[in-house]
Every structure is written in C-alpha cells, then in structure tokens.
C-alpha cells in the first residue's frame, strides 16, 4: 500500500477540517461568546497537524482500492477525534469519551447525543455540532475532492469507498467535478430550506442548525425538546418535506435540474419504492394512532409523517416522545431504522435499493425451485443486475445483521434491557439517533457506560461507511502486499 499518499491526503481531509472551523468562530465573534478562543485553538491544532501531513512528497499519486479504503477509515476516524477538541476545550464535555461519541455522532450523521441539557451550550458549539452533520452528510471527503482537484489519478476509489449504496457512479468523467456537482445541489437545497424556516418566523441561527440537521439527516437540535419545542406546523412540514427529500438520490435532483424534467426522478425504481414505504407507514400508523394517543386523525397525520420521515430518512427529529406509542407503531418505526433512504443519500441503514435487490433475489430463488431449468436474471429499473452486486448485497445484509445481532448481545451483558439495547444498536449502526427505552427521543445516550459508548460509537462508523470499507482495514490479507 502506498502509505505516503495516503498521509497526504489525510493531511488535505484535516486542512479542509481546520477551514470548517472558522464558521463557528464567525458564530462566536457574532455573539460575543468565550468559545471563539477554544475553536480558534482546536483550528490551530488541526491545522498544523494537515499541513505536517500534507508537505510529505509523494512521487506516486495513484490511489488504488487498498488506499482508498485506508483514506476513507482513518478520514473519518482522525476528523472525528480532532472533532472533539472544541467540545473539550469549551469545557461542554470534559470526558474524552463523551466528546468523542458526541463527535462521531455528528460526522457519521447519527445524531444521538450525550449532552442532557443542549440550551445552556454556547450558540457557536450548537452551530458546530450541526455543521458536523452538514459536513458528514455528503461526506467530507467528497468535500475535500471538491476543494482539491489535483490530488491523484485514481480518486474514484475514494468517492467509491465513501459513497453510500452498492453501487457508485460519476456524474462527470473528473472526480473532483462530480463531487463539486453533487456539493453544490447540496448546497442549493440547504439554502432554499434555510429561507423557508427564516420566512416562517425561525430565527436565521436556528434556521441554519435545524437545516444543516435536515439536510444532512443527522438531526442535532438546539432545543432539548428537539422540533417540538417550537409545536409549529409550518416548520413541521417544512422539514419534513426536506428529511424526504434528503433520503432520495441526489444525483437524480442534478440530473432533473440538467434536463429541467422531473421523469427521471419519478422513473427511479428506487425513488418509487422510498415513497411508496414512507406513504404506506405514515398510513398505518396514523390509523393506529387516531382515538388512542390522538383523538384527531389530523394530529395523528402530522406527528405520524413527521416522525416516519425523520426515521426512514435517520435524521432523528422528533416533535413528540414516539417511545410512548402503542407497539404496533413503535414496531414500525424500528423497521424503518433498518430500511433507511436511497443509495447516493445522506441517510443511513441499509438503503432502499437493497431491500428491494434482497426481495427480487428471493423472489427469484423461489421461481428456480419451481422451474429450474429457466434462468432469469435479477433487474432494477429493468437494467439487469450484475452477478456479483447481487452477491455483495447478500453478504452486506448478512454481516449488517451479523453485527446488529453481536452488538446487541454485547449491549445486554452489560444489564441493558432488551429494548434498549436493540434500539440503540439498530440506531447508531443506521446513523438514526433516538430509540426506544433508555435512548428514547426524551433522554441522550449519557447514563450508557464508557465502553458502551465506544462500541456504540464503532457501530456509527461502521455504519456510515457501509461496514465492508472498515472491514476490510481488519483483515491481515488487507496489508499483504
């Protein structure tokens, strides 16, 4: 393996860190905070340490499958430990551990927290716990493509091993132009989200944080009671829409802005599906809900869309306390966090391209043991399905549930319910935040013991990198030549 390239462009991923720095010092000069002298300090810190990294010389600049997996994994491993700096150095969370899980948290998107009161923290920490999740929505690393285009030959790796879903493609035949692309429809529809709050009524801070949250479907607020605390509709339904829009494929929202169309959109098999599932709950448990935990169908209708949106999607928000809900729609809601959105989305969990690959597999499987002389291959969107994708997904959906399963038992030796443990597995291996029981939408993950929050914090990493990426770092054949 090349390890100096690999150096190199950690150092160019901490340089691009250290730049995201200086909104929230912007943050905390605007509102006279003390915190402006602890992020100033963390960007100083991650700085230097990219720019030791970055004036390594390389002669060979090709990245190849075994580089890009290593960049992708100690990317995300070293942004989120310098992450922690100025949730330390603010004093927000003096424990190395919590500020370490309150960190991953934010860049794989999950948006579970171990902070028990948010509203007392500095306005430019809450600002920064959300660009996080802006951040590591789209991936910094595609981010750091973006910013530094002349970085090798084979960039794709790292735009593959980051990538969410089982298959990546370029928009364009340059790397750094797809990711530049894909950065700027992301950054189109946040600003269009941040106006629609700021009409509204929502103070432009908090219509910044609650869009960086959406947009990146990582869900940290700057309300302990998260959306609820606001009780307005209009918000609601603004951010609902947004999670919705945020779990889709946000190659198909480049491509139907290019052919200034939106059959491309509608004609995704994949698209169809995610609407069709996030129709179908918010259908069931609306009827479950109306005449018992709400006597009108209408609040029934918007907490059930709001919350079945934020779930499928693994934002997190919530604008009620669904844990208290009747188990049929709990039921459902857990199924959803395994669901997750689209392939080439910001959300988590399994994606929804594989659940229907997984479902057209069997399908198939069942047709050979009743004809078995027809050989009939798999199709998406009527393109037939490689062989060996197929045979990926298996084994992805395979290991997801190996992991769940072990993750889980490993929860419960340790004296966790059974509920509880399930939940706050199932939510940080999917990036979606909330669970039930003791990690329910009304209390944080702080009471979890420190090596909880370590393995919890794996299961986020594992999960935002699609656990084959991180896997592969583990195997001995890995660093074999």
């Not at 960190?103 to 998107?109: D, E, L, P, R």
């Not at 028990?116 to 716990?129: A, G, H």
């Not at 829409?241 to 929202?253: C, E, K, P, R, T």
């Amino acid at each position: 393996m090349n390890s100096l390239i690999v150096l190199r462009t950690l150092g160019m991923l901490l340089l691009c860190e250290a730049i995201t720095m200086l909104f929230p010092v912007m943050v905390a000069v605007i509102y006279g905070e003390d915190a402006v002298f602890a992020f100033l300090a963390s960007l100083a810190i991650t700085a230097a340490i990219g720019l030791v990294l970055f004036s390594i010389r390389v002669k060979n600049k090709i990245i190849r499958y075994k580089e890009g997996f290593a960049i992708v994994t100690f990317g995300w491993l070293m942004v989120s430990v310098l992450g922690t700096l100025p949730f330390l150095l603010t004093g927000a969370l003096p424990s190395v551990i919590d500020a370490f899980f309150e960190s991953v948290s934010g860049f794989t998107t999950t948006g579970a927290t171990v902070i028990n009161d948010i509203e007392v923290l500095p306005r430019s920490l809450l600002f920064w716990r959300s660009f996080t999740n802006w951040l590591g929505g789209m991936g910094i690393l595609v981010l750091a493509l973006a910013l530094a285009p002349a970085l090798g030959v084979g960039t794709f790796q790292i735009l593959k091993a980051e990538s969410p879903g089982p298959i990546s493609t370029k928009l364009t035949p340059r790397v750094n132009n797809t990711a530049k692309l894909l950065y700027k429809t992301y950054t189109v529809i946040t600003l269009v989200q941040a106006v629609l709050l700021a009409l509204g009524g929502m103070p432009l801070l908090d219509s910044l944080i609650h869009t960086f949250s959406t947009l990146g479907t990582g869900g940290f607020s700057l309300k302990n009671l998260s959306i609820g605390a606001y009780n307005n509709v209009y918000f609601e339904t603004v951010i609902t829409i947004f999670m919705i829009v945020s779990g889709a494929n946000f190659s198909l929202y480049y491509i139907a802005f290019r052919k200034r169309s939106l059959t491309g959109l509608f004609g995704d098999s994949e698209f169809r599906t995610y609407i069709s599932i996030i129709a179908v709950s918010i259908l069931l448990i609306t009827l479950n809900l109306t005449g018992g935990v709400f006597d009108s169908i209408l609040e029934s209708f918007r907490h059930s869309s709001f919350q079945v949106a934020s779930i499928i999607t693994t934002t997190g928000f919530s604008t009620t306390d669904f844990d208290l809900w009747p188990d049929f729609s709990r039921a459902v809601l857990f199924v959803l966090m395994f669901v997750g959105g689209c392939a080439g989305s910001t959300s988590g969990a399994m994606k929804v391209v594989r659940i229907q690959l997984v479902f057209k597999y069997i399908k198939r499987e069942v047709n050979r043991l009743i004809h078995p002389r027809v050989v009939k291959s798999v199709k998406i969107g009527g393109a037939p399905v490689q062989e060996e994708v197929l045979s990926g997904i298996m084994a992805f959906t395979t290991f997801y549930m190996f992991v769940f399963v072990a993750t889980t038992l490993l929860m419960t030796m340790q004296g966790y319910d059974l509920v509880s443990s399930a939940s706050a597995v199932a939510t940080t291996i999917g990036n979606v935040g909330p669970g039930f029981g003791m990690v329910g939408p009304a209390t944080t993950y702080s009471a979890l013991s420190g090596f909880s929050k370590l393995l919890l914090s794996f299961c986020m990493i594992l999960g935002r990198l699609e656990i084959y990426t991180v896997i592969a770092l583990l195997s001995p054949r890995f660093w074999k030549r």
